[in-house]
């Protein structure tokens, strides 16, 4: 029985986890973050992808760049 403690991953890591885990559970963000995955876009061009005001997607690209999941430029 002791063996089963050994393929756990640490505190630590499992927290992270489902904080990334928790972040891409919203349809919305986990869209987002598969559109950017293909092309790096403005968010005019993500909110007709996803079908979205520009302020709701500025909004949720603003989560992800808070949780260091994608970066922000201005051009």
Do not use: W, Y
């Not at 063996?3 to 904080?19: E, I, M, Q, R, T």
């Not at 005001?53 to 992800?64: P, T």
């Amino acid at each position: 029985m002791e063996n089963l403690n050994c393929n756990l991953l640490d505190p630590c890591v499992n927290k992270s986890l489902a904080g990334l885990f928790k972040l891409l559970g919203d349809p919305t963000r986990l869209s987002i973050v598969n559109i950017l995955l293909k092309n790096e876009l403005s968010v005019g061009e993500i909110s007709r992808k996803v079908g979205m005001s520009e302020s709701a997607v500025s909004h949720q690209l603003r989560v992800l760049n808070l949780s260091n999941v994608v970066k922000h430029r201005r051009d």
